[in-house]
Each structure stands twice: as structure tokens, then as C-alpha cells.
């Protein structure tokens, strides 16, 4: 089974830039859209941005995030990125990387889920 990675997270000023990484054990991971979540503390999970598969040619964002958050993939890497820029103290959360078969905005369609990377932005 496909084990996925994150890393990158950390804690940066607002208005700053982190760049995540999500890490397949798989070279299959080309066949599965990738999607990012978040879970700040008392929140449930939402929705980040989501990415097909192969290509990557279709993505979604939220309307949070949407115009300082670009994700990508690098199939010869078996890895995903997500580039976060202009960050937010609201952008703080713990950060998932999550794999399935549609990308979609919904977490019940994505079955394969990374332990999460945490961000902080501070103020």
C-alpha cells in the first residue's frame, strides 16, 4: 500500500512562503489524485487544494487559499508539493496529504492519508 510523507512545514511570519512536500513509497502514486487538507486545533479538517491524476492537468482550490497556494506534482519524484505564499495566522494548522481515486473537495474520497506536517504563521 502507498505510504505518503509530508514535510516542509514550519513556523513563519506572516506575508511569508512555505513550500510542502508529499512523499509516495510508490511510483503507482502517478495514478492517484492528491489532495491537501488542514485541521487547526478545535476544527474539524477542511478542504486545501486538490490535484489530478497523472498530469495533474485539473485542480481545485478553496476560496481561502485560492491566489496564494499552488499545488503541483513531479511524478518522476513520486512527489506532490504545495507552494503557500503570502501566508496567513489563519493559515496556521496541521497540514495532510491524502490520495484517492477522484480529486475532489469531499475527505471521504481520498483513502490513503500522511501523518501531517505542521504550519504556524505568526502574527
Known amino acids: 500500500q502507498v505510504q505518503l510523507v509530508e514535510s516542509g512545514g514550519g513556523l513563519v511570519q506572516a506575508g511569508g512562503s512555505l513550500r510542502l512536500s508529499c512523499a509516495a513509497s510508490e511510483r503507482t502514486f502517478s495514478f492517484y489524485a492528491v489532495g491537501w487538507f488542514r485541521q487547526a486545533p478545535g476544527k474539524e479538517r477542511e478542504f486545501v487544494t486538490t490535484?489530478?491524476?497523472?498530469?495533474?492537468?485539473?485542480?481545485l482550490y478553496a476560496d481561502s487559499v485560492k491566489g496564494r497556494f499552488t499545488i503541483s506534482r513531479d511524478n518522476a519524484k513520486n512527489t506532490v508539493y504545495l507552494q503557500m505564499n503570502s501566508l496567513k495566522p489563519e493559515d496556521t494548522a496541521v497540514y495532510y496529504c491524502?490520495?484517492?481515486?477522484?480529486?475532489?473537495?469531499?475527505?471521504?474520497?481520498?483513502?490513503?492519508w500522511g501523518q501531517g506536517t505542521q504550519v504556524t504563521v505568526s502574527s
Open positions: 490535484i489530478s491524476s497523472r498530469s495533474g492537468s485539473s485542480t
Open positions: 491524502s490520495a484517492g481515486w477522484k480529486a475532489s473537495m469531499g475527505n471521504s474520497d481520498y483513502h490513503l
